[in-house]
């Protein structure tokens, strides 16, 4: 136990270290071997925690407990393993603010299921004292570490199952609300789940709480199609919504073969998602049109000398494929007439922001197409001011699939 020092933690007079479990464990078990030591065990529908401490008033006696805890893990080494202390502290601190006390004469039963406290202090070998915690709201903080209530061990463990899973290894971790997650935010990270109640939203809040508390990154972007986020964080950031004095980019300011495979890009995702085209994407003759409208531009650089440069093909280019094809492009370009894809604009106020929140909510309820070019488009017009930033990009499958055979540039930031 070469790491015991760095994992001891004392509050007050009670030495305490906390213990992640490796393999599963019966706490009863090792609630039965405390020798003079208590435990507290937490227990969710993840895995579970325990924590090992000693008695309030015994300051003198920290050497002679140091070798029980010591005896006690070389004992239990293949099923639990020392916590940082650090963890420890902040598991004890969250949890003694998300948990509230069960106050009854009568041993409570406790679900399989639910998540749950008990911290053991043992008396003898018949008897022991307890308190049994489950989550809801304090007034206050609590003292999860505390016994209150005198029961018979026997009808204690015929009542609370303590079986306890493994729990994940902590690494960089944020809390969610008192487990500790292996979440290395400095990577790329993708949070999957079935649509509505799978957590996705309430995990992906949690990381941007830690990431603001933490001040991991210079910038956070929020890319919120819903309007969820923009209604959470309102008050703790700036919120922005494209094509107003705040926000508004345009693609074609981006070198003319990236715009071109930005704009092809935008039109395979959405009639992949959406259906909005009557043959999922562009052809390769229609390819061909936006190309030469491209080339034709010059010095005018937006979507509407766009679609009058079409306009000028259709006269010239008389072949029955080529006026199909030209109708197609300018159908599709019909939706982009819209502020937020006509200029490049980043207030100050939003360029300052620690925290900016995008709403695309408005503009996915114009077009879902012009919502997918004005992400991709600010991601490569605005790159510069993106650097150490987390960028969170939520309903990311409305943008990015199988379908689209150019490199999108959230593909060149992960590549990156």
């Keep these: 136990m070469s790491n015991l020092n760095s994992s001891l933690l004392k509050i007050g007079n009670k030495l305490i270290i906390g213990l992640r479990i490796k393999k599963e464990v019966n706490a009863w078990d090792l609630a039965q071997a405390l020798d003079g030591l208590r435990i507290t065990v937490i227990r969710d529908e993840v895995g579970g925690l325990i924590i090992l401490h000693t008695p309030a008033h015994i300051p003198l006696f920290t050497a002679i407990h140091r070798d029980r805890i010591r005896h006690l893990l070389n004992k239990w080494?293949?099923?639990?393993?020392p916590l940082p202390s650090g963890v420890t502290r902040g598991i004890i601190?969250?949890?003694?603010?998300?948990?509230?006390?069960?106050?009854?004469?009568?041993?409570?039963?406790?679900?399989?299921?639910?998540?749950?406290?008990?911290?053991?202090?043992?008396?003898?070998?018949?008897?022991?004292?307890?308190?049994v915690f489950l989550r809801g709201n304090t007034h206050g903080e609590i003292d999860i570490l505390s016994c209150s209530n005198k029961a018979f061990l026997k009808q204690l463990r015929e009542s609370i199952d303590l079986t306890?899973?493994?729990?994940?290894?902590?690494?960089?971790?944020?809390?969610?609300?008192?487990?500790?997650?292996?979440?290395?935010?400095?990577?790329?990270?993708?949070?999957?789940?079935?649509?509505?109640?799978?957590?996705?939203?309430?995990?992906?809040?949690?990381?941007?709480?830690?990431?603001?508390?933490?001040?991991?990154?210079?910038?956070?972007?929020?890319?919120?199609?819903?309007?969820?986020?923009s209604l959470h964080l309102v008050g703790r950031g700036y919120v922005a919504i494209p094509g107003g004095?705040?926000?508004?980019?345009?693609?074609?300011?981006?070198?003319?073969?990236?715009?071109?495979?930005?704009?092809?890009?935008?039109?395979?995702?959405?009639?992949?998602?959406?259906?909005?085209s009557d043959n999922g994407g562009f052809s390769f003759i229609q390819l061909e049109v936006l190309e030469k409208a491209l080339d034709r531009l010059g010095d005018r650089n937006t979507l509407r000398d766009l679609y009058?440069?079409?306009?000028?093909?259709?006269?010239?280019?008389?072949?029955?494929?080529?006026?199909?094809?030209?109708?197609?492009?300018?159908?599709?370009?019909?939706?982009?007439?819209?502020?937020?894809?006509?200029?490049?604009?980043?207030?100050?106020s939003a360029a300052r922001s620690r925290l900016?929140?995008?709403?695309?909510?408005?503009?996915?309820?114009?077009?879902?197409?012009?919502?997918?070019?004005?992400?991709?488009?600010?991601?490569?017009?605005?790159?510069?001011?993106?650097?150490?930033?987390?960028?969170?990009?939520?309903?990311?499958?409305?943008?990015?699939?199988?379908y689209v055979v150019s490199e999108s540039i959230i593909e060149r930031l992960i590549r990156g």
């Excluded at 080494?77 to 393993?81: A, G, H």
């Excluded at 715009?259 to 995702?269: K, M, P, V």
């Excluded at 079409?310 to 300018?330: G, K």
Aim: hydrophobic residues 45%.
């Design 245 to 276: 004095v705040d926000i508004a980019v345009n693609p074609l300011t981006l070198p003319r073969h990236r715009a071109s495979e930005l704009l092809s890009t935008a039109i395979q995702a959405a009639a992949f998602m959406y259906g909005e």
């Design 93 to 131: 601190d969250n949890a003694s603010t998300s948990f509230s006390e069960i106050k009854s004469k009568a041993i409570p039963e406790v679900q399989d299921s639910s998540s749950a406290i008990i911290t053991i202090c043992k008396l003898s070998n018949d008897q022991v004292r307890y308190s």
């Design 356 to 402: 900016l929140v995008i709403n695309m909510a408005p503009l996915y309820f114009v077009s879902q197409l012009a919502a997918i070019i004005f992400t991709l488009t600010f991601l490569e017009v605005l790159n510069g001011i993106l650097r150490d930033s987390l960028i969170v990009i939520d309903e990311a499958h409305r943008i990015l699939n199988k």
């Design 164 to 229: 306890l899973k493994p729990s994940p290894r902590p690494g960089r971790m944020f809390m969610s609300n008192y487990y500790p997650i292996d979440i290395d935010l400095t990577r790329h990270l993708i949070v999957l789940g079935s649509t509505g109640g799978s957590g996705k939203t309430t995990l992906v809040r949690l990381l941007i709480n830690d990431a603001l508390q933490r001040s991991t990154f210079n910038r956070i972007v929020i890319f919120d199609p819903t309007g969820e986020y």
């Design 77 to 81: 080494v293949d099923y639990v393993e």
């Design 308 to 348: 009058v440069v079409l306009s000028d093909l259709e006269q010239e280019l008389r072949r029955n494929d080529y006026l199909n094809a030209i109708s197609a492009v300018r159908r599709r370009l019909r939706k982009l007439m819209i502020a937020a894809l006509m200029r490049n604009v980043l207030s100050s």
